[in-house]
């Protein structure tokens, strides 16, 4: 039997809108991850229009400066931590959740927290927090990062590690390169460390 034809009047009118909103190769960045994230729900078996919701919408937040975050965050009474305050660059993910919900009128929660999630993660987070985590670290746009192509692989193979190795790879980045790691992304490394460990993976 076919599947029923998706209605996807919704998305066109969300990505119209983020075009406004963000620089080009931001929107390009965010139509890459919305796009790898279907990929990764048809592999796990997620709901393909929230992958794709949660991707594009993941850095909705980002045509503001760290500054105007905070000052949005004070204001509308998002709660930022101390680490969020020394680590500026992600605060774009914790309100950019309330401003898909507001801008965007997205209500689900679960696309509402992988938002939220995208860039610090937590410890056992759902497969589509964990999908959204991945690919906006492994979508095409992507070329930094030293093991991209062994991670691009892993992430299809096994999700759960591939958040691992990710979590590994920008935390020694940042402490080598002098930055700021906030506690979020320690307790969600040592939580799928522990994972890791506990499934008899080599871990690091």
Do not use: W
């Not at 503001?64 to 969020?84: A, H, P, R, W, Y």
């Amino acid at each position: 039997m076919d599947e029923e034809k998706p209605d996807l009047s919704d998305i066109y009118e969300y990505r119209k809108k983020l075009k406004k909103l963000l620089k080009p190769d931001r929107y390009e960045h965010s139509l890459s991850v919305s796009f790898t994230c279907i990929c990764l729900a048809m592999k796990y078996g997620v709901d393909l229009y929230k992958a794709e919701v949660a991707g594009l919408l993941h850095d909705c937040a980002k045509q503001f400066s760290n500054q105007e975050l905070i000052k949005l965050c004070d204001k509308e009474g998002v709660e930022l931590t101390e680490d969020m305050l020394k680590a500026p660059q992600v605060i774009h993910s914790v309100y950019g959740a309330e401003y898909a919900r507001k801008a965007f009128g997205i209500k689900d929660m679960e696309i509402l927290s992988a938002i939220f999630y995208h860039t610090l993660g937590c410890p056992e987070m759902s497969v589509l927090e964990e999908i959204v985590f991945v690919a906006d670290y492994i979508e095409a746009r992507r070329y930094k990062a030293e093991r991209l192509p062994e991670i691009r692989r892993m992430a299809f193979e096994d999700l759960d590690r591939a958040v691992y190795e990710i979590n590994h790879d920008t935390i020694s980045y940042l402490e080598e390169s002098g930055g700021f790691v906030c506690k979020d992304s320690y307790d969600t490394y040592h939580y799928y460390k522990e994972l890791m460990k506990k499934r008899g993976l080599p871990i690091k």
